[in-house]
């Protein structure tokens, strides 16, 4: 079984906080590397946060550091996005992915992805 389920999307109003969940099965959960994107309406998908599975290490897009923090609970095979302070331009489809490779610290080549969970800040 082979798959990223998100949750925790909703509507807040500006200045609020969300934290989203991805669930993986557990062959996904062996890559090395989690990572949270976004895709706001007529805009390209971007990188937010990846986290390496092991060492905890992180890496964020500047738009969201220090206000975003990705986590993980390898128990459950579970990585986290806890959003605060949020704005309006954080408003977007927030994907979660997962990739195996050796370094963590970029945004490309994920190439498992969940389906998504909307995220609406007014």
């Known amino acids: 079984d082979v798959q990223l389920v998100e949750s925790g999307g909703g509507s807040v109003q500006a200045g609020g906080s969300l934290r989203l969940s991805c669930a993986a099965s557990?062959?996904?959960?062996?890559?090395?590397?989690m990572g949270w994107f976004r895709q706001a309406p007529g805009k390209e998908r971007e990188g937010v946060a990846t986290i390496h599975r092991r060492s905890g290490g992180t890496f964020y897009a500047g738009s969201v550091m220090g206000r975003f923090t990705i986590s993980r609970d390898n128990a459950k095979n579970t990585v986290y996005l806890q959003m605060n302070s949020l704005k309006p331009e954080d408003t977007a489809m927030y994907y979660c992915?997962?990739?195996?490779?050796?370094?963590?610290?970029?945004?490309?080549?994920?190439?498992?992805w969940g389906r998504g969970t909307q995220v609406t800040v007014s």
């Open positions: 992915a997962a990739k195996s490779a050796y370094q963590c610290g970029y945004f490309g080549n994920y190439n498992y």
């Open positions: 557990e062959y996904i959960y062996s890559s090395n590397c």
